[in-house]
């Protein structure tokens, strides 16, 4: 897959979050690196590719940096596991590193588990957690970790994404087609890399756009939705709840901001002050981030805005 083959290696190849990203090259530079980070952030912004180059970078490698998805091992065995061969000493590095990928869907027994070995951390390992639902954490877990909160990308930095792609591929690059896939992307550069990489297999432009205009599986669903929050019909919200629980996705906020963009497009479109108006207050509504409440929080948020 192009956008596993595109991975950034180092910190001077990953494009966005600069603030982020400086801070981490000055503490891994001045050795002063936590041994417990939280990278969160939405889906595909990053958060595991930095883990794996803060790591290496600390000197972590090979058979001493270990990655667990909490999707597929979220129970005690597995924290067990980590417990026991934490204080153990590197085989072939000079580091350890535990990068646990969603780690919000360990269980709660889980989390506590590993409160001990994050607390007391030996001098030689260190333990990267990526969410994209950080409040599912336990406010200990956390507490126990430095936090890093990652963004979408910028328009600028995705444009450099499909540059890169588009010259690993040996293919053109359509103003078009580079504007649908920013708009179908929501900032997310894996999204981007494999819409490029679909497209560059069709032989027209034509086929391109209308690939990237349907979207992957789930994306009609939030589409639909998209629809029916900027309508504001009276029986709006029971629509929307009707088609929240199809929504093919854990990741609320690139829900929220295809929501915006949605909407975004309807007020630039729209003529009569009124309806502006109306999209305008929307697009407050849906303004906050979800990192703190979920989908719980996006909810509500869609049940201010068919109001509206």
């Not at 897959?1 to 910190?11: A, E, H, I, S, V």
């Not at 963004?151 to 690059?173: C, F, I, N, Q, T």
């Not at 108006?277 to 703190?292: E, G, M, V, W």
Request: aromatic content about 6%; glycine content about 6%; charged content about 25%.
């Amino acid at each position: 897959m192009l956008y596993q083959t595109l991975r950034p290696k180092g910190f001077s190849e990953f494009l966005g979050n600069k603030a982020v990203v400086g801070s981490l090259v000055e503490l891994t530079r001045d050795s002063r690196c936590p041994h417990a980070i939280l990278f969160q952030g939405p889906s595909g912004c990053g958060k595991t590719t930095l883990a794996r180059i803060v790591a290496t970078t600390l000197g972590a490698g090979g058979v001493d940096l270990v990655e667990y998805n909490a999707a597929n091992l979220r129970g005690i065995d597995t924290v067990r596991e980590i417990t026991l061969r934490a204080p153990l000493s590197p085989l072939v590095s000079t580091a350890k590193g535990y990068i646990l990928d969603e780690c919000h869907q360990f269980t709660p027994a889980a989390q506590e588990a590993l409160l001990k070995v994050v607390e007391e951390t030996p001098p030689h390992t260190y333990f990267f957690f990526c969410s994209t639902e950080p409040h599912k954490l336990t406010t200990t877990l956390r507490n126990r970790c430095t936090i890093f909160e990652l963004s979408s990308l910028r328009d600028k930095d995705m444009r450099e994404v499909l540059k890169r792609g588009a010259s690993h591929l040996k293919v053109p690059l359509e103003e078009k087609l580079i504007q649908m896939i920013l708009e179908a992307a929501a900032g997310c550069p894996r999204r981007a890399l494999v819409l490029l990489e679909q497209c560059s297999s069709l032989g027209s432009l034509e086929d391109c756009l209308e690939l990237v205009s349907l979207g992957a599986p789930g994306e009609r669903e939030i589409l639909e939705l998209c629809r029916e929050v900027a309508a504001g019909r009276a029986n709006s919200w029971k629509e929307v709840i009707t088609i929240f629980p199809r929504l093919n996705t854990s990741d609320p906020e690139l829900i929220r901001k295809a929501l915006l963009g949605y909407l975004q497009q309807c007020l630039l479109t729209s003529s009569d002050p009124g309806e502006a108006l109306r999209y305008s207050d929307k697009i407050r509504i849906l303004s906050d981030d979800t990192f703190a409440g979920g989908k719980a929080k996006l909810l509500s948020m869609l049940f201010e805005s068919s109001f509206i």
